[in-house]
């Protein structure tokens, strides 16, 4: 028999995140959100509480649990806020992974146990001007010269960047032309602060106004030749490895805020009156949030069903697609849904569902938009595969 009831350490893991993300972020993280400012206190109380660490072994500094105890977490969060489940899925999924997959014992031994306790954020340098889904366009460059690696280019987009916790970015650079002479892609890893490297301001954003995301750029950054992370000419393998397991972790957050809609709606359908009756007993409200309860509950599946899979040692990309497709679907319609539910309340900045329908939208385009999910997928079966 399938059995999808949590177990007692994941169950107790889930509700400790609960509670955090219900008495620590709900009530200060509306006034982060307007003031445009990371929560430094939030990220703090989640390092505190182990977060970073999750799914990394106790040797480094991590709790010992695995990928799918992040994602229960990233799932609690979201239901409330998801600038900081993001913030806490980039530095674990897409700053501390990397090292941990990829790095020699020593960058391991040096990186991760800050990683894992909160006082310092990576962030993954993939995504540049002209190349975002088509990873494989990377124009930044890093060529060896007397034992260091050079770096020139620009990256776009990268979350926990440009914080004062931020101690490395792990940057795909073009190092070389392949046998079959396409470009031999590697990853390097730049410290915060390392000559050449400038963070422009932050981006003015359309949601997740309480996370951190620059723009990079590189002018002859200078690093020890021991600073490549993993193989010479594997990056694209690398980042390609890295993204299948965000994508879960994206779907965890997109199951989040497709069930905050629903608790935010169950709670102001018991509450708002029109024409003398509560609006929960309109059967048009009803059936609105069960359609939303409907999409969470699918979601949910969805990335359980993926992340066993990854747990198990299978192969699992092309559910991670679909979780991440159906997750971030059923995130934009309940964030439309619950707006439309609070009506003009919806569209104020005060509610919780007016950050959510902000928040939303980027889950169709981060780590993969739906268009490359629904490509995935149907490569998966055989399906067009090398086709334009």
């Known amino acids: 028999m399938i059995d999808y009831r949590l177990g007692e350490e ?3 893991l889930r ?6 993300a219900r008495s620590e972020v709900a009530p200060v993280i509306g006034g982060y959100y307007e003031r445009e400012e990371f929560p430094y206190d939030l990220v703090a109380g989640m390092g505190a509480m182990g977060l970073f660490g999750l799914p990394f072994p106790e040797e480094f500094g991590g709790m010992g649990g695995d990928y799918f105890a992040l994602c229960l977490a990233l799932e609690e969060l979201a239901r409330v806020d998801s600038s900081v489940a ?3 899925e980039a530095g674990v999924s897409l700053g501390a992974m990397p090292i941990f997959r990829f790095g020699t014992r020593e960058q391991q031994e040096h990186w991760l146990p800050a990683l894992c306790s909160g006082e310092a954020l990576a962030a993954f340098g993939l995504t540049e001007p002209g190349g975002g889904s088509d990873a494989g366009a990377t124009r930044t460059t890093a060529r060896l010269d007397d034992g260091h690696w050079v770096v020139n280019g620009s990256k776009s987009f990268i979350t926990n960047s440009g914080t004062k916790l931020t101690r490395l970015i792990t ?10 002479g396409g470009k031999e892609i590697s990853t390097i890893i730049l410290p915060s602060g390392t000559p050449g490297l400038t963070v422009a301001p932050r981006y003015s954003k359309v949601g997740w106004n309480a996370s951190d995301t620059h723009e990079l750029s590189f002018a002859d950054c200078r690093v020890p030749a021991e600073n490549l992370l993993g193989e010479r000419g594997r990056g694209y393998a690398q980042f390609l490895s890295t993204l299948d397991e965000g994508r879960i972790a994206i779907a965890a957050i997109g199951v989040g805020l497709a069930q905050g809609c629903v608790d935010e709606c169950v709670r102001y359908a018991g509450e708002r009156e029109a024409f003398g009756h509560r609006i929960g007993e309109y059967q048009a409200i009803q059936f609105k949030i069960a359609d939303m309860e409907t999409r969470a509950h699918t979601a949910r599946l969805a990335y359980y069903a993926a992340a066993s899979k990854m747990l198990r040692g299978e192969p699992f990309k092309k559910e991670a697609a679909i979780a991440k497709l159906v997750s971030s679907n059923a995130a934009m319609d309940n964030a ?3 707006t439309q539910i609070f009506g003009g309340y919806g569209f104020m900045n005060e509610f919780p569902v007016g950050r959510f329908y902000r928040d939303a939208k980027i889950l169709e385009i981060g780590e993969g938009t739906s ?9 998966s079966l055989g399906v067009g595969a090398g086709a334009r």
């Open 371 to 379: 268009e490359i999910q629904r490509m995935l997928i149907a490569r």
């Open 336 to 338: 439309r849904d619950a």
């Open 10 to 12: 994941y169950e107790a």
């Open 86 to 88: 993001v913030t806490l």
């Open 15 to 20: 509700k400790t995140v609960q509670d955090f």
């Open 171 to 180: 940057v795909t650079a073009v190092t070389g032309t392949r046998p079959d």
